[in-house]
C-alpha cells in the first residue's frame, strides 16, 4: 500500500515582488496557515458566543488576514 500526501500548491503569477513574477511558497504557506487558523478560531468564537461582538467578528475574520500577511511577506 502506498501512501500519497495530498499537499496543496497554491500559484500566483503576475506579481511584482520578485524577478519571475510567481510566487509559489507564500500563496501555499499562507493557506495552510489559514487552515489551522480557522480550525482553532471559528470554533471558539462560535463556542463561547462572541460571534456577535466586534471582537468575535474579527477572531471569525483573522484566518483571512492572515493568509494576506503570510503570503505578502514571503516574496517567492
Known amino acids: 500500500m502506498v501512501f500519497i500526501p495530498i499537499f496543496p500548491i497554491c500559484f500566483q503569477c503576475g506579481t511584482d515582488q520578485n524577478p519571475c513574477r510567481c510566487k509559489v511558497v507564500g500563496p501555499t504557506l499562507g493557506?495552510?496557515?489559514?487552515?489551522?487558523?480557522?480550525?482553532?478560531?471559528?470554533?471558539?468564537?462560535?463556542?463561547?458566543?462572541?460571534?456577535?461582538?466586534?471582537?468575535?467578528?474579527?477572531?471569525?475574520?483573522?484566518?483571512?488576514?492572515?493568509?494576506?500577511?503570510?503570503s505578502s511577506f514571503i516574496p517567492i
Do not use: R
Not at 478560531?41 to 488576514?65: D, H, I, R
Open 31 to 70: 493557506f495552510i496557515v489559514t487552515i489551522c487558523a480557522a480550525v482553532i478560531c471559528w470554533p471558539l468564537s462560535l463556542f463561547c458566543g462572541c460571534w456577535a461582538t466586534k471582537t468575535g467578528n474579527a477572531m471569525l475574520g483573522y484566518p483571512v488576514e492572515l493568509n494576506g500577511k503570510v
